[in-house]
């Protein structure tokens, strides 16, 4: 039912389409912020298509998160104030459904690295923004500064943050910590103490993700800034959302190496996050095998009985797609196994009791 025939909302949860983007003017670049919105259940002259992906590994220049926003037929005007911004203004997309009780939300925050403008055809232009989230923490940075012996880790990072040229923002959760834990080298896997000091220049990322990964840790970059996440969780303190064939679930899970990737109703409620760290729970019976050999290492799913119920999986990455004249309105997740708040494990078949965190030499019980 229509709440207004004039202006048509769709009261069916998950069914009415629903976005928004905003695009404002870089830093110290006057202009106007232009706010662009529809509702897919109306005629609109304007159409968008969107696809962004968001990883929980940052490794240097990969995993940066990102999104690519095609809009068609805008007014002349706006694309060419829009062409003229080029990298480096801001944009913030969000999309979900418009009856109240479905999700909506912001999905990407970054800034425009590139404008292109082509007309794919007679009838339509199309201006396609390529934009990035740390455009210039991450692609566009370097620091030149000295490790004190003794230093930790964790203080090392946070030196790097604050000394680079674009200076790292940390996640609000992590910096806190930082903050106050930092003199004292208590950050997990960040302790170690450098036993002499050492000269830091060029990419500070690069550096970061190097330790970070050899310590069995996650790390991204989001508008929040730096976030760095263990592999063990705390069970008191989470965010679980479940799917079900009714509830979202679109096609069939697949499993993977480290657990499994399936697709949903676009859900703006995701995040890849430090704090609390998100989970998705789905039934393992549903969920497509990997081939198996007779040998060797092979993929398990959470089968947990306890705190961490039977197919609860970490986020580690999502892709959000959407088209507003299309088909595509949904979210892949990436999900990693999770026992007993450890994720990424792969089973010895020859050990059926062992299992193995193939991110380190780890082994766990």
Known sequence: MSANPYNPVSQIPMMGRKWSLTIQPPPNVGGTEYVF??????????????????SGYLDNSSGIWTARIDLYNLSKDDAVAILAYGQGALVTLAAGYQEQSSPFGIIFEGEIYEVIYERPDVYDSKVSLVCFTGLGEILQNYCVLKGDPQMTQA?????????????????????????????????PGLNTQMPRARAIFGDPMKTISRMVTASSLLSWYSPSGLGISTLS????????????STTGILGVPQ???NGVNFVVALDPRLRVSTNPPMLVNIANSIIRRLQQAPN????ILTTDAGIYSEG?????????RGDSRGNQWE???????????????????NTPDVTYDPRSTTIGQ
């Open 296 to 299: 060797g290492y092979r993929a």
């Open 233 to 244: 969780q705390d069970p008191n303190n989470q965010v679980t959302i479940t799917y079900t």
């Open 37 to 54: 919105s529809g509702l897919g259940n109306i005629p609109e002259p304007m159409r968008i298509v969107f696809e962004v992906s968001l």
């Open 155 to 187: 203080a090392l990072i946070a030196k790097m943050a604050s000394g680079s040229k674009t200076p790292i923002k940390l996640d609000p959760n992590l910096s806190s910590t930082m903050s106050s834990i930092v003199p004292k080298g208590n950050i």
């Open 331 to 349: 979210t892949e997740i990436v999900g990693l196994t999770t026992i007993g708040g450890k994720v990424a494990m792969i089973d010895d078949s």
């Open 312 to 320: 609860t999986y970490q986020v580690n990455g999502l892709q959000f």
């Open 255 to 257: 499993q993977t190496q």
